[in-house]
């Protein structure tokens, strides 16, 4: 097709891998894809113009690898990685983020600044692609996405941690629920709820679940707002209406929606330090 | 160091002639004594220019050596020393001088009986001298402090205004410059149009650090300019919508100050919905303020836009504030889906009243 060839690793050409673009402006979108013309077992299958179709590509076509930018509309890049359960492999596409490039840093396969260069962008690609080069015969012999050290998910894991982190994603909490992705501010949440795997958000129109850790959440919300009452239970502050004494050595919160949720020693004393009481 | 007063032309005068005065005063004085006119005209002429010197000796030596509040007091000392030191002049030259024998008046003894008054009179003109020069050098080095405070105060409002000018974001850069690398491939002509319409921008956010204010015309085009590049990066969703009263176009405005408004009206309507986006700008004249618009449409489900106006538009409002010394020039509100932010320039501010501004 093209004399860049020569750049690429020798792949399969039965080995077909499956890419999608998500990206939501079009003429980055449109480079992306005429970077990739010289790798003609790369298919893109799908161009998304935002998170959820790009969520809905995902879990339709499950492409092997993303082309991902950060800031797009309704959610980001990252809050659409967190709702996908296997994320694919992600190469993220960015103008200019200091925050998202200190994470990438650490933990992604890689990141392209735009705008970038067609040798930066091979370079990205092969990063990639060499990661699963040291077995090429079962490699070839198996669909591309069951490959662990493709999807990688580890990788994608801890970059989802470090830049939850970020200030945008402690302003709200991206749900999926019945089929429908719901951001929730979080000044809506009452309280949040441990439930096995998941934490249940409490908010003034119903619970909802996510895929996190009691820890995740204790970590990343303004501890000034949310206080951690009990080892299952983390309390919107502005929530509270009373508190009252229950057992020898606990409370019980009450909250404005009528919600009474447990309130440990040791959390009694970081809500009253937390409420200056 | 603080000019001496006597090296301005008017105060030279006024003191001249105050001593004038004063020495036809004496003479005056003396003549009535008995005096003859040759020497009483001497006497006075010669003791008054010496008091003269004294004191503008005095007043300049004030401009190196100062004395401090609590040691005001030297100030007696000085011209107590001074006094004598004038009279005890007066009388070793003019004694000699003057003393005629035979005269109805014997100006040896005249001088005897009349040295403390002389005395006085020099310490009273060398005291006032002193206090006056004392005032004058006190208020030249206060004015000196504030013209450096004022200084200080307008390089930091300056600096800060800069800063706030500064707020081109590195995302609308880098990713026109993506778009553009884009569009070199497969449709080259359209890209040299915006790489045109870029350094236009930017040629344009260049050249307003030093002009502060600009027709609101200008800032229209350049308005426009902006958000020509923004469509190309959005054209499939971005709309926009321009409308102006004619009569508020010559008016002027701080530069760079609606672009972060409409800056974040897009980002706002392009980041908070994936429709459909149109963003309106309106200028008016009501009730002597140019009133400006801009509406973005915005989620209410998600977004709540009343609390904290976010980072673009808190830098309007310092800015407003720094400028007019007005915290309530930048408004926001909400009607229904749609987000309105007002800004309102004092139409008969000196700087935006294109009647009273002289264009230099």
Known sequence: MNETNSTQPSQPSSQRITAALIDDEPLARMIVREYLQSYPNITIVQECNDGFEGLKTIQLHHPDLIFLDIQMPKINGFEMLELVENPPAVIFTTAFDEYAIRAFETHAIDYLLKPFSKERFDKALHKWLDGYKPEPESAAAQPAATNPAITNPTNTQSLLDTAAESPAQQQRVVVKTAGKIKIIPIEDIHYLEAADDYVKIHTHNGAFLKNRTMGYFEKVLDPTRFVRTHRSYIINIQQVTRIEPYEKDSHLCVLSSGAQVPVSKAGYVKLRSVLGL | ?360
Request: glycine share 4%; hydrophobic share 40%; charged share 20%.
């Open chain 2, 1 to 360: 160091m603080a000019k001496s007063p006597l090296s301005s032309g008017r105060v030279v005068v006024i003191f001249t002639s105050w001593f004038a005065i004063w020495a036809l005063l004496q003479t005056h004085v003396l003549l009535n004594f008995g005096l003859r006119a040759v020497t009483a005209l001497s006497d006075s002429a010669f003791s008054n220019t010496i008091l003269a010197l004294c004191c503008v000796l005095i007043s300049n030596g004030m401009q190196y050596y100062l004395p401090k509040k609590d040691r005001y007091w030297y100030i007696l000392f000085i011209s107590l020393g001074l006094a004598a030191l004038c009279t005890a002049l007066c009388k070793a030259a003019l004694v000699p001088l003057l003393h005629t024998p035979g005269d109805p008046v014997d100006y040896a003894v005249f001088f005897t009986r009349s040295w403390t008054v002389r005395l006085d009179f020099a310490f009273l003109q060398i005291g006032c001298m002193c206090i006056l020069s004392v005032l004058w050098y006190s208020s030249e080095e206060e004015q000196e402090n504030r013209q450096r405070r004022n200084d200080a105060e307008r390089l930091a409002k300056e600096a800060e205004l800069f800063k706030l000018r500064q707020q081109l974001a590195p995302h609308f850069l880098f990713n026109s410059l993506n778009s553009i690398s884009a569009l070199i491939g497969s449709r080259p002509e359209q890209a040299r149009k915006m790489i045109q319409q870029l350094s236009d921008f930017l040629r344009g956010n260049l050249r307003k650090e030093d002009q502060q204010w600009i027709p609101l015309t200008e800032e229209l085009q350049y308005l426009e300019l902006y958000l020509e590049i923004e469509k190309v990066r959005f054209g499939h969703r971005l709309s926009t919508e321009l409308d102006y009263a004619p009569e508020c176009l010559e008016y002027r405005l701080p530069s760079m100050l609606l672009q972060p408004i409409v800056e974040n009206a897009i980002k706002f309507g392009l980041y908070d919905t994936t429709d459909s986006v149109t963003i309106s700008i309106r200028a008016r004249l009501v009730d002597n303020y140019i009133r400006i618009e801009v509406v973005n449409p915005f989620d209410p489900e998600t977004s709540r836009p009343k609390k904290g106006t976010g980072f673009g538009l808190t830098s309007i409002q310092r800015r407003l504030y720094l400028l007019f010394a007005r915290p309530d020039l930048l408004e926001t509100r909400v009607e229904e889906n749609l987000f309105i932010t007002t800004v309102r320039i004092p139409a008969n501010w000196p700087a935006a009243n294109p009647t009273q501004t002289a264009q230099p």
